[in-house]
C-alpha cells in the first residue's frame, strides 16, 4: 500500500512539474529561446542561436507530451524513460550551473517563477529521485483514463500548447509574467528602487559604464571619456554596467536615482553620446510612445506605414515618440534609410529591451511614466488611434493584463478535452448503434 501511494506520488510530481514547465515554456517561447542564447554563448556554441526558437518550441511541446503521459500513466515504459533521460542530462548540468553561476537562473519555468541555480539542482535531484523509483515500479504506475480518453485528451491539450505558443512567438505572450507591464509606473520604480519606497543608492555612486568595441577580430573596453574613433575601423559591441561601490546609508537616505532594478526593472536609456536620457524621456507628463526593437536589423519593415501614421499623429498631438533599440550605428543608419524615420533613437541593453517587448518591433505607450500599454504592431488600427486625442479615447487608458483571468483560462482549455470527450462519445456511441440497427433491420 505504502509502494503504491509513493507511486502515486511520484507519478503526479514528476508528471505535473514536466506538465507547468511546458507550458510556461509555450506561453513564452521567445523568452526560452534568449535564455537557450545564453547558454549557448557560454558554452561556446554561438553557431547554433539561429535555431534557438526552433528548439524552444520542440523543448516546450515535448516537456508536456512527456508530463501528460507519465502524469496519468500511458506509455508508460517510452515515457518514464523519456524523462529520466532528460533529468540524467538536466540534473549534472544544473549542478555545474549551480557551482560556475553563468546565467542567474535556468529558465525552467520562464519569469512566471524564477528559481536560483542550486534550488533548481536541488528540485532536479527530488525529481531524478522520484523518476527513477518510476523507473523500478514501472508496473505499478496508475493508468488515470482509458487509451481513447487519454489519446483525445492528449492531441487536445498538445493543441492548446501550440496554439500559446504561436501566440507568443508572433505576438506577446498570453500570460505576461515579466515586470514591464501595464500599471507600472517606471518612473516610480526608478526612482525609489522598490514598491513599498524604500530608497536606493544613485547609480552613479554604484556602477561604472565600460563600451566595448571590436577591431580585426579583437575586443577591447573604453571609459566613456575615451571613446575610439569609429572610422578608424573600431565597431561597437555593448555596454557593459559594473557595481562600483556599495552606497553608503547617508547616502541611502537622501538620494533619488533615476535608474535602478526595482522587482526586474532595470531601464537606462542613452543617447548617441552615450548621455543617460532615462530620467528626460520618462520626466514628460504626458503621453509617449516607445518603439522597441531588441534588435532593429531583424525588425519587420511591413509595419512601417504603421510607425510613420503613429509618429506623425505623436507630432501633431505633442506626444513623445522614441525608438529604443541595441547601439549598433551601423544597423540604426540602415533602418533611417530604409523606413525614413525622423524620430529620436535612443539606446538600451538588448536583454532589458527584450524583457518589456517580445515582439520586434513593438509598441509601448507611457502616460507621466506609467506603462499604459504595449503590444505588436498590427495590433494597433492607427486610423482609430489617431482620430482624437489619446485621452479622449480608450487607447490613452490603462489596459492591464489580468493575469488570475488568464490562468483561470488556460485551466479551463486545458480540462476542455476531457469535458468534450463525454458528449462525442455519447454522440459516436448512438451514431453506432443507430448504423447496427439498420443493418440488422437490412438483414
Same mark, same amino acid.
Given at each position: 500500500m505504502?509502494?503504491?501511494?509513493?507511486?502515486?506520488?511520484?507519478? $503526479?510530481?514528476?508528471?505535473?512539474?514536466?506538465? %507547468?514547465?511546458? $507550458?510556461?515554456?509555450?506561453?513564452?517561447?521567445?523568452?526560452?529561446s534568449?535564455?537557450?542564447t545564453? +547558454?549557448?554563448?557560454?558554452?561556446?556554441?554561438?553557431?547554433?542561436?539561429?535555431?534557438?526558437?526552433?528548439?524552444?518550441? @520542440?523543448?516546450?511541446?515535448? !516537456?508536456?507530451a512527456?508530463?501528460?503521459?507519465?502524469?496519468?500513466?500511458?506509455?508508460?515504459?517510452?515515457?518514464?524513460?523519456?524523462?529520466?533521460?532528460?533529468?540524467?542530462?538536466?540534473?549534472?548540468?544544473? $549542478?555545474?550551473?549551480?557551482?560556475? /553561476?553563468?546565467?542567474?537562473?535556468?529558465?525552467?519555468?520562464?519569469?512566471?517563477?524564477?528559481?536560483? /541555480?542550486?534550488?533548481?539542482?536541488?528540485?532536479?535531484?527530488?525529481?531524478l529521485?522520484?523518476?527513477?523509483?518510476?523507473?523500478?515500479?514501472?508496473?505499478?504506475?496508475?493508468?488515470?483514463?482509458?487509451?481513447?480518453?487519454?489519446?483525445f +485528451?492528449?492531441?487536445?491539450?498538445?493543441?492548446?500548447?501550440?496554439i500559446?505558443?504561436?501566440?507568443g512567438?508572433?505576438?506577446?505572450?498570453?500570460?505576461?509574467?515579466?515586470?514591464?507591464?501595464?500599471?507600472?509606473?517606471?518612473?516610480?520604480?526608478?526612482?525609489?528602487?522598490?514598491?513599498?519606497?524604500?530608497?536606493? @543608492?544613485?547609480?552613479?555612486?554604484?556602477?561604472?559604464?565600460v563600451?566595448?568595441?571590436?577591431?580585426?577580430?579583437?575586443?577591447?573596453?573604453?571609459?566613456?571619456?575615451?571613446?575610439?574613433?569609429?572610422?578608424?575601423?573600431?565597431?561597437?559591441?555593448?555596454?557593459?554596467?559594473?557595481?562600483?561601490?556599495?552606497?553608503?546609508?547617508?547616502?541611502?537616505?537622501?538620494?533619488?536615482?533615476?535608474?535602478?532594478?526595482?522587482?526586474?526593472?532595470?531601464?537606462?536609456? &542613452?543617447?548617441?553620446?552615450y548621455?543617460?536620457?532615462?530620467?528626460?524621456?520618462?520626466?514628460?507628463?504626458?503621453?509617449?510612445?516607445?518603439?522597441?526593437?531588441?534588435?532593429?536589423?531583424?525588425?519587420?519593415?511591413?509595419?512601417?506605414?504603421?510607425?510613420?501614421?503613429?509618429?506623425?499623429?505623436?507630432?501633431?498631438?505633442?506626444?513623445? &515618440?522614441?525608438? %529604443?533599440?541595441?547601439?549598433?550605428?551601423?544597423?540604426? !543608419?540602415?533602418?533611417?534609410?530604409?523606413?525614413?524615420?525622423?524620430?529620436?533613437?535612443?539606446f538600451?541593453?538588448?536583454?532589458?529591451?527584450?524583457?518589456?517587448?517580445?515582439? /520586434?518591433?513593438?509598441?509601448?505607450?507611457?502616460?507621466?511614466?506609467?506603462?499604459?500599454?504595449?503590444?505588436?504592431?498590427?495590433?494597433?488600427?492607427?486610423?482609430?488611434?489617431?482620430?482624437?486625442?489619446?485621452?479622449?479615447?480608450?487607447?490613452?487608458?490603462?489596459?492591464p493584463?489580468?493575469?488570475?483571468?488568464?490562468?483561470?483560462?488556460?485551466?479551463?482549455?486545458?480540462?476542455?478535452?476531457?469535458?468534450?470527450? $463525454?458528449?462525442? /462519445?455519447?454522440?459516436?456511441?448512438?451514431i453506432?448503434?443507430?448504423?447496427?440497427?439498420?443493418?440488422?433491420?437490412?438483414?
Open positions: 505504502l509502494n503504491r501511494l509513493i507511486t502515486i506520488i511520484c507519478q $503526479l510530481l514528476v508528471g505535473g512539474t514536466f506538465v %507547468v514547465s511546458g $507550458l510556461l515554456k509555450a506561453i513564452d517561447p521567445v523568452g526560452t534568449i535564455k537557450l545564453e +547558454y549557448l554563448h557560454h558554452f561556446s556554441m554561438p553557431w547554433l542561436t539561429d535555431l534557438t526558437m526552433a528548439m524552444a518550441w @520542440a523543448l516546450a511541446l515535448i !516537456e508536456l512527456i508530463g501528460l503521459n507519465v502524469f496519468f500513466g500511458r506509455n508508460r515504459k517510452v515515457f518514464v524513460a523519456l524523462a529520466l533521460a532528460v533529468m540524467a542530462v538536466f540534473t549534472p548540468l544544473t $549542478l555545474y550551473l549551480a557551482i560556475a /553561476n553563468p546565467v542567474d537562473d535556468c529558465g525552467c519555468f520562464g519569469d512566471a517563477l524564477v528559481l536560483t /541555480n542550486w534550488q533548481t539542482f536541488g528540485k532536479n535531484v527530488v525529481l529521485a522520484a523518476t527513477v523509483w518510476l523507473v523500478v515500479r514501472n508496473q505499478r504506475v496508475v493508468l488515470w483514463l482509458s487509451p481513447s480518453q487519454h489519446t +485528451y492528449f492531441y487536445g491539450v498538445m493543441l492548446v500548447g501550440v500559446l505558443a504561436g501566440i512567438t508572433w505576438h506577446l505572450p498570453y500570460i505576461d509574467f515579466r515586470p514591464y507591464r501595464p500599471g507600472v509606473s517606471l518612473r516610480s520604480a526608478l526612482d525609489t528602487g522598490m514598491d513599498d519606497g524604500s530608497p536606493i @543608492a544613485p547609480a552613479s555612486a554604484q556602477v561604472e559604464y563600451i566595448v568595441y571590436a577591431k580585426d577580430g579583437e575586443q577591447q573596453e573604453f571609459t566613456l571619456d575615451n571613446l575610439p574613433d569609429e572610422d578608424s575601423g573600431w565597431e561597437f559591441v555593448e555596454t557593459i554596467e559594473r557595481r562600483t561601490s556599495e552606497p553608503s546609508a547617508q547616502t541611502q537616505s537622501s538620494a533619488v536615482p533615476h535608474s535602478r532594478s526595482a522587482e526586474g526593472i532595470n531601464l537606462r536609456l &542613452f543617447d548617441a553620446d548621455n543617460d536620457v532615462t530620467g528626460e524621456v520618462l520626466a514628460d507628463t504626458g503621453y509617449v510612445f516607445l518603439l522597441l526593437s531588441p534588435d532593429i536589423s531583424q525588425a519587420g519593415e511591413h509595419d512601417i506605414d504603421c510607425i510613420e501614421g503613429l509618429y506623425e499623429y505623436s507630432i501633431a498631438e505633442g506626444y513623445g &515618440f522614441y525608438g %529604443v533599440t541595441l547601439r549598433n550605428d551601423a544597423d540604426v !543608419e540602415r533602418w533611417r534609410f530604409r523606413t525614413g524615420a525622423e524620430y529620436p533613437i535612443v538600451a541593453d538588448q536583454q532589458v529591451i527584450e524583457t518589456m517587448i517580445r515582439s /520586434n518591433p513593438g509598441l509601448m505607450l507611457l502616460h507621466d511614466g506609467v506603462i499604459q500599454w504595449k503590444t505588436y504592431l498590427s495590433a494597433i488600427d492607427v486610423q482609430a488611434l489617431s482620430s482624437a486625442k489619446l485621452s479622449e479615447q480608450s487607447y490613452g487608458q490603462i489596459q493584463i489580468d493575469r488570475k483571468e488568464r490562468v483561470f483560462w488556460i485551466i479551463l482549455w486545458m480540462v476542455a478535452p476531457l469535458l468534450l470527450y $463525454l458528449p462525442l /462519445n455519447l454522440i459516436k456511441s448512438l453506432n448503434k443507430s448504423k447496427n440497427e439498420k443493418e440488422n433491420c437490412s438483414r
